[in-house]
């Protein structure tokens, strides 16, 4: 079992940066890849984006390409956001997958951390 500890979040003004990270702990020898999610108020949890086990391969949610930059490190996943946006205020979630895959849908993803605060101000 993998475990996820997430840091990073904060208050910022709108179109101002932070840096989102996460550490993978525990069975971390399985070729695992990582998301980030995130749930607003009175939402649904929402993809933002993946990265493969290597690091080859990130995709990333409309809303943020272009903003938001996933990179890892072996077992710990970073979110550079910039450009930050109001409507990107949320609580950030780090995810695991054992299969590997780079699904969108949260339900795939078998480990959860417990999330860090992301409040953007206009």
């Known amino acids: 079992q993998v475990q996820l500890v997430e840091s990073g979040g904060g208050l910022v003004q709108a179109g101002g940066s932070l840096r989102l990270s996460c550490v993978a702990s525990g069975r971390t020898t399985s070729r695992y890849s990582l998301a980030w999610f995130r749930q607003a108020p009175g939402k649904e949890r929402e993809f933002v984006a993946t990265?493969?086990?290597?690091?080859?391969s990130t995709y990333y949610a409309d809303s943020v390409l272009g903003r938001f930059t996933i990179s890892r490190d072996q077992n710990t996943v970073s979110l550079q956001m910039n450009s930050l946006k109001p409507e990107d205020t949320a609580v950030y979630y780090c995810?695991?997958?054992?299969?590997?895959?780079?699904?969108?849908?949260?339900?795939?993803?078998?480990?959860w951390g417990q999330g860090t605060q992301v409040t953007v101000s206009s």
């Open positions: 990265i493969t086990w290597s690091g080859g």
């Open positions: 995810a695991a997958n054992y299969q590997g895959g780079t699904s969108r849908t949260a339900y795939v993803y078998d480990v």
